[in-house]
């Protein structure tokens, strides 16, 4: 199935000397879907998320790639603040933005 807000990025990499190859997903577009009436999510710097247990499987090579999620900087900043009021509604909405990317293929691992 084909979705047109996918923004995925393939990078060819060698570290230290082996070749790495990766997908950078960006999760901009489903953040902006889930999040509330504040709308302060899916937009602005991004970064690469923590969250690092994700492949999918590289059409060219066959074989399973991690993927990267880039994600908001305020999600991924709010995601670690201490202050439970704030955590927990940018978690609310990663925790969704997760579910919809295993509902569209990507395989945790």
Known sequence: MIYEDINVTKRKTITNGEKYDFFIYDMLSLEKQFQDKEK????GDTVISKVKDF???????????????????????????LDPSISSASKKIFKKCLKELENRGLVRG
């Open 40 to 43: 302060k999510f899916g937009k």
């Open 55 to 81: 492949k999918m499987l590289d059409d060219e090579t066959g074989e399973m790639l991690e993927v990267k999620l880039r994600c908001s900087k305020k999600i991924d900043d709010a995601m670690e603040n």
